[in-house]
């Protein structure tokens, strides 16, 4: 093997402000290691230890090195006045190095190259035949099995040490972060780990090492970074079996440039006289209503006002809204109607008044979750899509009602209901957004679903919706309830109406993970025959003969595919973790001890929401909880998944691929097929596929 050393040298520098914001840690890697030369040594040891100090370095400060006597460190050596040495690139020496007992040997800070770099942190590596080497590079050198001697050295960044068998260092340069070289060496460590043998590698962070023989002072280990509702984990959920990356080569393959590009929507324009009465215009889909505040035949302020005296009529019988935002709303249309009026148009949405679930976060307005506890909880931010409507000039006139943590139709005020039948729930959970759209309080609204929430209350309430495909609409400024099945969505009156929205809405926000932009067009004149439509036998026979009508050509499909044992996919996991630090707090305050849950009556399957630790108060025979709030609760909703094990998590993961690649190969020779209502809900939270909802007649609602 090459005989490789590196020595560090320290210039009159002081290290950047960067060092001392970003490198104020320790890194330890250990790796088990034994060397076959070093059986018979009285100090052999089975573990190299490298531990890399980052901090702003003190020019001149000790570290020390423990090497081997033979061969030893390859360094030029030449006598000075005070019985040192100066390291110089330009000798080699034999092997050997320092003699032994050599227990001081002085290095001065005189090679040129060090002069322009800053303190501490340009390293040069010395080859045997003393030529250069760069830094940012890993050496392993294995020594004989001497007991070794003590060489001190100005060594003001890296403290290394070495026991018997092998030496390992990393060097970067001046230039590279903290986190660079964190990565850099877990990357090189395990290089070396698969070169030269090693058993086992692990690798802590925090800590230090004690001064001596390479021992190690332990340190308990600092307490884990705090986590809220939204922090993503690194792990992101992709809809396309190919995964992402591939899909998007072939978007930038097929289509170019382009796919990446928004598409304008563009307004049919208002034809025949304006309504006049203030129900009628509340009712408009939204595309009517945008084109005639596109066209001045109507302002944002008077449709505010229509909106704003609809939903203080209304809410108390609908429960509909949790916030109504008069001021902000008024003051938002008023400059709508300005930037119309000077020609400063921003698009369909401008000066059209909408409502958001509640469980975006606005600033300066409560964000409820739909529970008590956080009735007055301010989260003085303003969610992704919010940002975006208020960029293409939409009005923000409530915050809608959210069944509680984002499940069915009960929230802390009672009950929202179905505007058609108020004896009746709108389902949910974006119970809200679906029952004012479809009251006439808002010219659409901005809902959620993980497994069913935009879906359920459309359809209970006769909306149109667009569930898009995963990925398609940030979720940043939403409360979290799956990372992997989360998505934000249109509920309006027509399908036009959410193609509008969605425009608006959807593409790539960095600051969440899972987002991506993909092409969208919306096409009011597309010729029906030319769609790949499938029919399931259990589909509405009304609407597909309405749609052979129209020139479609639908042919029957089977079942859809699945994927036995995957159970709930997850779902009870992340919401589990999503919801930690309020479940520990509420914990507490009842005195459930988390630690010592119930194991599940059933496993496999990955955290679905049965099992665990089940509360609340009973049911009544035969009918419905005392609290029907108790089963959206924190307990059991987010307590069951916290005993689900990671290997059961994974397990499921995996399954729910193969579910993802069966719907991928199931669809593939199928722009669209149409299901029996509710039906497909649950698969389709798993696979990230989109959903549309329209109505296609009039019924009576049953309660």
Same mark, same amino acid.
């Given at each position: 093997m090459e005989s490789n050393a590196h020595v560090s040298l320290c210039s009159d520098r002081i290290s950047r402000q960067a060092a001392k914001s970003y490198c104020d840690r320790t890194v330890r890697l250990t790796f088990a290691y034994r060397s076959p030369r070093c059986e018979s040594c009285a100090n052999a040891?089975?573990?190299?230890?490298? $531990?890399?100090t980052f901090g702003k370095p003190k020019c001149g400060r000790r570290g020390k090195e423990y090497c081997a006597g033979q061969p030893g460190l390859n360094v030029s050596s030449c006598s000075q006045p005070d019985g040192g040495h100066v390291l110089k690139p330009s000798k080699a020496v034999p092997c050997g190095g320092p003699a032994p007992g050599d227990r001081n040997v002085e290095c001065r800070q005189d090679w040129a190259l060090f002069q322009a770099s800053e303190c501490g942190h340009s390293v040069l590596g010395l080859r045997s035949d003393g030529k250069v080497l760069p830094g940012a590079m890993l050496h392993v050198r294995e020594f004989g099995c001497s007991r070794g001697v003590t060489t001190t050295w100005p060594n003001p960044v890296w403290n290394v040490k070495r026991t018997a068998g092998a030496y390992l260092f990393f060097a970067p340069f001046a230039f590279l972060r903290c986190v660079q070289y964190f990565f850099m060496v877990l990357s090189l460590a395990a290089t070396a780990a698969t070169t030269f043998g090693i058993d086992t590698a692990r690798a802590q962070v925090g800590g230090a090492v004690a001064e001596g023989r390479g021992q190690a002072a332990q340190q308990p280990p600092p307490p884990p970074v705090p986590l809220g509702n939204g922090e993503a984990p690194a792990l992101q959920f992709q809809p396309y079996p190919g995964g992402t990356g591939a899909m998007m080569e072939k978007l930038a393959r097929e289509r170019g440039r382009?796919?990446?590009d928004r598409s304008v929507f563009a307004l049919e324009p208002w034809r025949g006289p304006v309504p006049t009465t203030a129900d009628d215009i509340a009712f408009l889909p939204a595309h009517r209503l945008a084109a005639l505040l596109k066209e001045r035949k109507i302002t944002s302020q008077h449709l505010t006002d229509i909106y704003l005296a609809r939903l203080k009529r209304?809410?108390?019988?609908?429960?509909?809204? $949790?916030t109504i935002m008069e001021e902000q709303a008024r003051a938002e249309a008023a400059k709508a109607d300005a930037e119309i009026k000077a020609g400063k148009y921003r698009g369909p949405l401008h000066g059209l008044p909408y409502g958001v679930k509640d469980i975006f976060s606005t600033k300066g307005v409560p964000t409820t979750w739909g529970a008590a506890d956080f009735e007055n909880r301010i989260i003085d931010e303003d969610a992704e899509v919010v940002l975006r409507l208020r960029?293409?000039?939409?009005?923000? $006139?409530?915050?809608?009602?959210?069944?509680?943590?984002?499940?069915n139709d009960q929230w802390f005020r009672g009950r929202t209901n179905n505007p058609w039948n108020p004896a009746q729930g709108s389902s949910g959970s974006s119970a809200g957004p679906a029952s004012a759209t479809m009251a006439g309080c808002v010219g659409f609204a901005i809902g959620t679903e993980t497994q069913g929430s935009i879906v359920s209350p459309s359809i209970r309430c006769g909306a149109s919706a667009l569930r898009p495909t995963f990925g398609r609409v940030s979720r940043v400024g939403a409360m979290t309830l799956a990372w992997s099945m989360d998505r934000v969505g249109p509920i309006c009156r027509t399908v036009e109406d959410c193609a509008m929205v969605f425009n608006a809405i959807h593409g790539v926000d960095e600051k969440d993970p899972s987002t991506v932009m993909a092409p969208f067009r919306y096409d009011r004149r597309i010729a029906l025959a030319s769609l790949r439509i499938g029919v399931d036998p259990n589909a509405p026979k009304e609407l597909v003969a309405t749609l052979r009508e129209l020139g479609a050509k639908p042919r029957e499909v089977g079942p859809r595919p699945t994927a036995a044992g995957m159970g709930g996919g997850g779902l009870g996991v992340e919401g589990a973790a999503a919801f930690d630090e309020y479940v520990q707090r509420k914990a507490k305050e009842v005195g459930l001890d988390l630690t010592a849950l119930p194991e599940p009556a059933g496993r496999g399957g990955g955290g679905g929401r049965g099992g665990g630790a089940v509360t609340g108060a009973p049911a009544a025979p035969g009918g419905p909880p005392a609290n029907p709030m108790a089963p959206a609760d924190w307990n059991p909703s987010f307590v069951n998944g916290r005993t689900t094990r990671a290997f059961e998590y994974v397990q499921s993961q995996r399954r729910r691929y193969m579910l993802v690649s069966k719907w991928a190969d199931y669809m593939k020779d199928l722009d669209m097929f149409i299901g029996n209502p509710q039906a497909d809900v649950g698969a389709n939270a798993q696979t990230g596929h989109p959903c549309v909802v329209v109505p296609y007649k009039f019924d009576v609602p049953q309660p």
């Open positions: 040891t089975s573990s190299l230890l490298l $531990v890399l382009a796919a990446f209304l809410n108390p019988t609908l429960l509909c809204a $949790v960029q293409a000039g939409a009005v923000l $006139v409530a915050k809608l009602a959210t069944g509680l943590f984002a499940q």
